[in-house]
């Protein structure tokens, strides 16, 4: 319940720029230090110390938006770093918004 | 990004949990892990249970699930249980002796992708396999394989484990899986199950371990897992755990429902509870026993320079020859090679 109502004040927070989406083959969850990776291709993990500033989605969802505490303009270079990074990676896909 | 010290972090969950869906099995392999396998065991989870299981995986956000045995595809309703995860978005892996794979099944299975599905034959040869899965197996086995590589199947790997009888055929083994288009796997014989009684038989000689690490550290293709993490070279473990993932990362649950801290360490004396009297998460988070397994530090090995790589090693193997948790483990190539020779 407590990351429900969590991950609505990220959403709305994060809105108006792009977003990212989780890719159709990863999974992710919140652990302490951040987030938790899982590539189904490859069973690989990823850990990420990105302490509360990204928020996963549900595990199983047919649209599964990352939550970014803080995103565009506002983003901290460090946060736009590892997301580009989990782009690379393909954990993670950029996508425009179109709300 | 890090990942090394993370990966050492409590998890609120485990990453994967080893599922032994049942006790029954056609074959009676000298090292099985499993103890008293043959007939489907007592008060095995039925459909039900199993649902309800599924669905606290789930919740708790595990991202894998290893289904093993007994042989898993004995369950009739086996294949509604790999349904019922990939609906749950937990990705299935099952360890399998192919000896009931057919066309129907490989169909089935591909409607299930992705599937893993790990067929296990311990050894290049007929003559060596044989003598260790039972006679008439290879050829059981290989043509399962077969008719899962006729159909493409794309999530195949075929796994050895490493004994004395077929160590010598590693790089066979790896050349066979090849031809079928499966990736190879190796694991670690460790003295649990029927493996106790087989384990002087069976264990590698300390010429064997060495040459086995020397091989997988030059072929870092090859899946193992965490069999090896104590016993390869540094670049060898880079690739995979550097501690025990035992009530850490991972968990096991036996047919009825009890739960251990690892499919190794299926003894009574780490029961840690049954997903039949309390829910999974409650077990992985507040049992004593596996608070008492992230705790364990093998004491005699912190002066040890490869300390931060094996934290001591498989406290299974440790168990089942010296009952005892805070031993080293007896094959870590520290204590069976001089330092020098180690890399």
Known sequence: MASTDRRAAVGAASSGAGEYLVADWVRVRAESFGLLFYDTRSTRLTFVRSGDSLVPPPFVAARRVLGVRASGENAPPALSRLLENLVARGLIIGAENDS | ?343
């Open chain 2, 1 to 343: 990004m890090p990942r090394t010290t993370l990966s050492s972090t409590p998890l609120r969950a485990p990453v994967n949990v080893t599922w032994e869906v049942t006790k029954a099995c056609n074959l009676r392999c000298g090292h099985c892990l499993s103890a008293g396998v043959g007939a489907p065991g007592r008060g095995e989870l039925d459909l039900a249970q199993c649902r309800a299981l599924l669905d606290e995986l789930a919740r708790m956000q595990v991202f894998q699930v290893n289904f093993g045995g007994g042989e898993p595809f004995l369950r009739a309703d086996f294949l509604d249980i790999l349904g019922e995860a990939r609906l749950r978005g937990i990705t299935s892996c099952v360890s399998t002796n192919g000896t009931v794979v057919d066309e129907i099944l490989v169909e089935e299975l591909l409607r299930l992708a992705p599937v893993y599905l790990q067929v296990s034959l311990d050894g290049a040869r007929r003559k060596t396999n044989d003598l260790i899965r039972g006679p008439g197996t290879y050829d059981r086995i290989l043509a399962g394989i077969e008719t899962l590589a006729s159909h493409g199947y794309p999530d195949l790997s075929l796994n050895m484990v490493v004994t004395r009888l077929n160590v010598g055929e590693v790089a066979e083994f790896d050349q066979l899986a090849k031809r079928y288009g499966a990736k190879t796997r190796l694991s670690r014989f460790r003295p649990s199950g029927a493996g106790c009684a087989s384990w002087e038989d069976y264990r590698l000689t300390r010429d064997q371990l060495v040459e086995l690490a020397d091989y997988l550290g030059a072929h870092p293709e090859i899946l193992t897992g965490d069999s090896f993490f104590a016993l390869t070279p540094a670049g060898r473990r880079t690739l995979g755990l550097n501690m025990c993932g035992a009530a850490k990362m991972t968990c096991a649950v036996a047919p009825d429902g009890s739960v251990y801290p690892c499919a190794f360490l299926c003894d009574a004396a780490f029961c840690a509870g049954n997903v039949t009297a309390a829910p999974l998460s409650a077990i992985f988070g507040s049992s004593p026993v596996f608070a008492r397994f992230r705790q364990l530090s093998v004491q005699s090995c912190r002066a040890c320079d490869r300390f931060s790589d094996c934290h001591g090693g498989c406290p299974a193997v440790a168990w089942f020859l010296n009952k005892s948790l805070d031993q080293p483990d007896p094959e870590c190539l520290r204590r069976v090679v001089p330092a020098k020779e180690v890399a």
